[in-house]
């Protein structure tokens, strides 16, 4: 039995990363899963860091940033999000 391939782009690599690469990745081709290690090693330290001087924050902005591009095309066309 053979299965269809499973194509996966990945649009964020560490914190700080291009916040057009969610977009980029949703609008250049077909695509089934859109990945992102926005909880990278670094990006933990940085988060952390964050989170000691304001206990708000310590979470990854980019994330929101970038979902918010790119959701509603995502939920559209069926892709999903790994975070």
Do not use: H
């Amino acid at each position: 039995m053979s299965r269809d391939p499973v194509r996966i782009a990945n649009c964020s690599g560490f914190y700080g990363d291009r916040l057009s690469a969610a977009a980029e990745m949703v609008g250049g081709g077909p695509i089934d899963v859109l990945t992102g290690d926005w909880l990278a090693e670094l990006t933990m330290l940085i988060l952390a860091k964050d989170r000691m001087r304001n206990p708000d924050g310590g979470y990854a902005k980019t994330f929101v940033a970038q979902l918010r591009d790119v959701l509603a095309t995502c939920v559209e066309r069926g892709i999903r999000i790994v975070s």
